[in-house]
């Protein structure tokens, strides 16, 4: 059973960028479709990014974020990772990665099984 953790969340200030990982252990990447969620104070988890397993990796965006995050994926590290530019003040939340054993993904949480910790993004005005 594939076990994830989510890492490299901070305080940044508007404008900035933010790296985020999400990393495997006790199994490997290799067959899971992976994404993206975030939970901002008083609201629901949202899903804002997804990737698929395998060589035809498609990728999907929320449109709040789409043109300013960027998922790829590194199977030899057995790690996703979240580019995040241009960060807004809305932006603000736990960040989750989350893993399904499907070549496709989907932005909606009930579409994956194996969850990790979060990681915080605060981003200031």
């Known amino acids: 059973e594939v076990q994830l953790q989510a890492s490299g969340g901070g305080l940044v200030q508007a404008g900035g960028s933010l790296r985020l990982s999400c990393a495997a252990s006790g199994g490997t990447f290799d067959g899971y479709a992976i994404g993206w969620f975030r939970e901002a104070p008083g609201k629901t988890r949202e899903g804002i990014s997804c990737i698929g397993s395998g060589g035809d990796a498609t990728t999907y965006y929320a449109e709040s974020v789409k043109g300013r995050f960027t998922i790829s994926s590194d199977y030899a590290k057995n790690t996703v990772y979240l580019q995040m530019n241009s960060l807004k003040p809305e932006d603000t939340a736990d960040y989750y990665c989350?893993?399904?054993?499907?070549?496709?993904?989907?932005?909606?949480?009930?579409?994956?099984?194996?969850w990790g910790q979060g990681t915080q993004v605060t981003v200031s005005s």
């Open positions: 989350a893993a399904v054993l499907f070549p496709r993904c989907h932005l909606g949480r009930s579409w994956y099984n194996y």
